[in-house]
């Protein structure tokens, strides 16, 4: 073999030789493994989706640089067990939805950063010290946002026969204390007879609703988020079989027949925490982060619902909404 073949094929064994030894000295990519959860198995947090976009457009791809361990629970007690099991499985990150889920991860550790999606009142629910400022490994988007008072004025000025509302609430959830405070107060101002029933349960809602008579109640009005996340296919259709007309807290519960919503884009809110995600992954503490609170809601009305009640919006009302499902 000429020395110049031979030249010039030790240097070509050599090239290929320091590229192997080369790639093999490199370490591997690292691989995010986030645990996302949320409690209420009737319906899938319309944030999801966002978040998923958000991240692969930030450059993350599922299955090679990220691991999205995704789960949909029954209650808070499953939460629980859940977020406990993402700390033993040592998660980078925890994505919770709603407040349920923010108390699990937020009792299970200190150390994982945690970016909460759909909390109502994080600071009077304990997750952070301010918006401004959350200190600690929780911060996040608070967009469901509860104004009990500005939904039973769009109640009234709907149904002009409202008189008497059904009220479900939850002695369990944290929330109910205040929000009932509120609500009360609403109804007083408004003359609403306010008719407060506990429920926890499915078994409880379905006991309340078998209890009615046709004529007794002009709505529902369901106050507590932890019934509204888990239970709001159930109410729509039970008050829909009795002629009752009940808001949605947000634009998926009038796809589902709620007469209407008044309440932010929650999808928009997933693309967003995916920024928040990439921080924290690239050192940001989440303390560091403010809390996000929806600045637009949205007002949707279900104009084949009120047609079915045999309710007509008025006019004024139709063009002060954002969207009118047909």
């Known amino acids: 073999m000429p020395r110049s073949t031979l030249g010039i094929t030790v240097s070509l064994a050599l090239g290929l030789l320091w590229t192997l030894l080369s790639a093999d000295a490199q370490p591997p990519k690292k691989v995010w493994r986030l645990g996302l959860f949320h409690v209420g198995l009737d319906h899938v947090p319309p944030s999801l989706d966002g978040l998923r976009d958000g991240l692969k457009a930030l450059g993350y791809e599922e299955g090679k640089t990220i691991h999205l361990d995704w789960r949909n629970l029954p209650d808070e007690a499953a939460a629980h067990d859940t977020a406990q099991a993402f700390v033993r499985e040592g998660v980078d990150l925890i994505v919770a939805f709603e407040n349920q889920t923010v108390r699990a991860a937020k009792a299970a550790t200190a150390a994982i950063p945690i970016v909460f999606v759909h909390a109502n009142d994080p600071v009077a629910a304990g997750f952070v010290q301010s918006l401004a400022h959350p200190g600690g490994n929780l911060t996040g ?21 409202l008189r008497r509302v059904l009220v479900l609430q939850d002695p369990a959830d944290p929330l ?12 007083a101002l408004l003359k609403l007879h306010l008719v407060e029933q506990a429920a926890t349960e499915q078994g409880d809602i379905e006991r309340v609703f078998g209890a009615l008579q046709r004529g007794d109640m002009d709505g529902v009005y369901v106050l507590s988020p932890n019934l509204q996340v888990k239970f709001s296919a159930l109410v729509i259709r039970l008050a829909t ?3 009752l007309p009940v808001p949605g807290h947000r634009k998926e519960w009038v796809e589902q027949g709620a007469l209407f919503s008044y309440a932010p884009d929650n999808r928009a809110f ?12 690239k050192g940001t503490k989440p303390g560091d982060l403010p809390v996000q609170r929806a600045m637009r809601l949205n007002f949707v009305l279900n104009l084949k619902t009120a047609k079915a009640l045999g309710i007509t919006f008025p006019p004024t009302l139709l063009m002060q909404a954002d969207e009118v499902l047909q």
């Open 270 to 281: 997933g693309w967003e925490a995916a920024t928040y995600v990439d921080k924290i992954l």
């Open 241 to 243: 079989e009795r002629g």
């Open 176 to 187: 109910t204390p205040l929000l009932l405070a509120e609500l009360r107060k609403a109804g």
């Open 141 to 161: 988007f608070e967009s469901s946002v509860a104004l009990p008072d500005k939904w039973l004025e769009w109640f009234k000025d709907l149904v002009p026969q």
